[in-house]
């Protein structure tokens, strides 16, 4: 039998369609280097978990049910004082437990470890969960609490430096109790042999299965206008308003929302009077910036702490007027050490005193603002060259809006309708999540020689990519003001 999981619940509480969609696996698995990263980090984390107690039997065997198995035997054994990755069962639902610390009286101490370095009101439902199964087995906790990364670890310090323990013993059993109450429902809707019909509620935008199932074939969903608050979206599904062409005339919608329906209505692009004169504000020379960065669990480098964001990749294009690219500066750390100080010192050199630098979102100002607080003798120059920032995708969002965005203004989305030759799909690295997982992968030491040499090749094409994205965009969008 195919037990009911914690992922399966957890997808049914948020959506019963869902739930049920998860337990038969309809739900697209991720993929990727950022998908392969995660889930190497995530063994990674649990395996130096297991070294916290040294007399931990664990109780993981080839399949679940032989895990099931033997977990009931350790926890008869009362010489079995800790058991690592206990598996249970019980009325069609299975649990796995990362730690369970036996404790006076038949009383346990349940530990969950996540790889966050903190708690997060997320981790409730998942311990509930698992509670909500011991209890059904009678299994009595004492203590529920997880283990999560502290943020004063560092490479060199003892793992049991690395880990710090959340007690969340009553939030989770309040809300087991809740899951309690919900099983028997939440079971038969699960293994029904239809699946429960579904219905469009504001989860749907974020949902992983929308495009197959709400919002299937739909178009000019509700969902392709912008900044959608909550409030909104609740309104226009009470008054069952799917599509914004069914949105009434009198409807409240924010001045952007208003025109990306108008759009729709009218089958147009729009673009802002506004454009030419936010254009003119941007001045030569151009330098189109683009950052990729890394931020792994575990510290790579000496001094950092866990998850600590940390520059990698710049690619830099420098044009007179848009679209004339003159210059083009790259530079790639070495994955064997931390560069941030070598990173500020290149931008200071290569991006000159005067000039706009063009972004596309806030990160890299922000990025350049941290680097200005890391080196203080650097600020200066640091702080100047944030100043002469511009957001492009600000600009976008305010001035241009073509019906083929669907309500998104980032750059993988605008790019192939804006420039339609111009596409990612020949890359080896598409994305900056891609980007970010080889980077520490090599830092790692998981790649040989000739990988590494392939791979900043790989990396500095796609940042290059993204610079001449925001050169394009760029050069358009001079072409589209003076066209008005
Ligand atoms: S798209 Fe909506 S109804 Fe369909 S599974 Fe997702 S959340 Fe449920």
């Known amino acids: 039998m195919e037990y009911i999981n914690k992922i399966s619940f957890i997808n049914y509480l948020s959506c019963p369609t869902l739930g049920w969609m998860a337990k038969r696996s309809m739900i697209p698995?991720?993929?990727?280097?950022?998908?392969?990263?995660?889930?190497?980090?995530?063994?990674?984390?649990?395996?130096?978990?297991?070294?916290?107690?040294?007399?931990?039997?664990n109780a993981r065997k080839l399949t679940v049910n032989d895990s099931i198995v033997y977990t009931k035997e350790l926890i008869l054994n009362p010489d079995v004082k800790v058991i690592c990755d206990a598996s249970f069962a019980v009325e069609g639902y299975s649990a796995r437990v990362d730690i369970l610390q036996r404790l006076e009286d038949g009383l346990w101490h349940l530990l969950e470890v996540k790889s966050g370095s903190k708690y997060k009101a997320k981790y409730i439902n998942d311990m509930s969960f698992i509670s909500m199964v011991l209890a059904k087995l009678g299994v009595n906790l004492s203590k529920i609490a997880i283990l999560h990364l502290s943020k004063d670890y560092r490479i060199g310090m003892s793992i049991s430096q690395l880990f710090e323990e959340s007690d969340c013993t009553e939030k989770v059993k309040l809300k087991s109790q809740e899951f309690l109450a919900l099983s028997d429902k939440a079971f038969k809707d699960i293994e029904s042999e239809?699946?429960?019909?579904?219905?469009?509620?504001?989860?749907?935008?974020?949902?992983?299965?929308?495009?197959?199932?709400?919002?299937?074939?739909?178009?000019?969903?509700?969902?392709?206008?912008?900044?959608?608050?909550?409030?909104?979206?609740?309104?226009?599904?009470?008054?069952?308003?799917?599509?914004?062409?069914?949105?009434?005339?009198?409807?409240?919608?924010?001045?952007?929302?208003?025109?990306?329906?108008?759009c729709v209505l009218t089958n147009t692009t729009y673009i802002s009077k506004n454009l030419k004169t936010e254009l003119k504000n941007i001045k030569p020379p151009f330098y189109y910036l683009d950052f990729e960065s890394i931020s792994a669990i575990m510290p790579l480098y000496k001094d950092i702490a866990p998850h600590t964001q940390l520059l990698t990749q710049f690619s830099i294009d420098r044009t007179d007027e848009a679209g004339n690219i003159l210059n083009h500066y790259e530079y790639i750390a070495d994955h064997t050490k931390n560069c941030r100080r070598e990173i500020a010192e290149k931008l200071i050199e290569y991006l000159g005193i005067n000039g706009s630098i063009i972004t596309y979102a806030n990160f890299e100002r922000i990025a350049i603002h941290k680097l200005a607080k890391l080196f203080p003798d650097l600020s200066i120059n640091l702080k100047d060259?944030?100043?002469?920032?511009?957001?492009?995708?600000?600009?976008?969002?305010?001035?241009?809006?073509?019906?083929?965005?669907?309500?998104?203004?980032?750059?993988?989305?605008?790019?192939?309708?804006?420039?339609?030759?111009?596409?990612?799909?020949?890359?080896?690295?598409?994305?900056?999540g891609d980007a970010a997982a080889v980077f520490v992968f090599m830092a790692m030491g998981l790649f040989d020689a000739e990988k590494i040499e392939e791979t900043k090749k790989n990396l500095l094409k796609y940042c290059a990519q993204d610079t001449l994205a925001m050169v394009k965009i760029h050069q358009f969008l001079i072409n589209a003001a003076n066209c008005q």
């Open 29 to 57: 698995k991720l993929n990727g280097f950022n998908n392969e990263l995660l889930m190497l980090e995530g063994k990674n984390i649990h395996k130096l978990s297991l070294q916290l107690s040294l007399d931990a039997v």
């Open 194 to 262: 239809n699946m429960p019909q579904p219905c469009l509620k504001r989860k749907c935008k974020n949902c992983p299965v929308f495009n197959v199932c709400m919002g299937k074939d739909v178009q000019n969903h509700i969902f392709d206008l912008p900044g959608l608050s909550i409030l909104t979206t609740d309104k226009l599904v009470t008054l069952g308003a799917d599509t914004i062409d069914q949105i009434p005339p009198d409807f409240e919608l924010t001045e952007m929302q208003k025109i990306v329906k108008d």
């Open 385 to 432: 060259i944030a100043e002469r920032n511009v957001d492009i995708e600000l600009i976008v969002r305010k001035n241009y809006y073509d019906i083929n965005f669907h309500g998104r203004s980032s750059i993988k989305k605008i790019l192939p309708v804006l420039i339609p030759e111009m596409d990612y799909t020949s890359l080896a690295i598409r994305d900056g």
